[in-house]
């Protein structure tokens, strides 16, 4: 039911996706449903805990890890968020940021498992850029910089919903790569 919940959420939104169409895409009864979720709002908290485990598990496994210099290895781990939203074939929502635009006034606990999936986020990213000041002996406000870079990925997403135009986000998530590489070329000099 997860998996269909996460589909579901991330093309129709939280507000507009039935129960009854999650129970169909899993192939379960309503009974099933509800023997395992007390509610829609807690499928939805268990499918935003379950989007920041497969978020964190495909990083793992990107090949950016490989990359033996910290900031050549930041960058890379940007270029395949590049990568993976210039993929025509994917969906191009995240589950986070489309469920707290909908709920966030009305469904504290999903808007507070929404936040989590970003700190999540937001925190492997600022360790790599920690990793990438450390050995080249630069201070940043690493942690701005991770929320930055979560703002530009949201907001490419939410200005590619509105004009249908799916290169808005490359472009977008390429000017933030080009700032932060340039703060880091810029101590050189």
Known sequence: MVKA???LFRRKGYIATTVDEICEEAGVTKGAFFHHYASKEALGEACL????????AMEEMAPFHAV?????????CIDFYIGLFENPG????????????EVSETHPILR???HACFVSAESRLKAMLDEAC??????LDTASLAALWMAAIQGALVLCKASGDESVIGATLKHVRAYIASLFLDSRT
């Open 112 to 114: 507070e498992a929404a």
């Open 90 to 101: 994917l969906l191009k929502s995240c589950l986070a940021g489309t469920t707290v635009q």
């Open 5 to 7: 919940g996460i589909e």
């Open 49 to 56: 805990k379950e989007w920041d485990c497969m978020t964190a």
């Open 134 to 139: 450390e050995a080249r002996n630069l201070k």
């Open 68 to 76: 033996p210099d910290p900031l050549a290895r930041l960058l890379a």
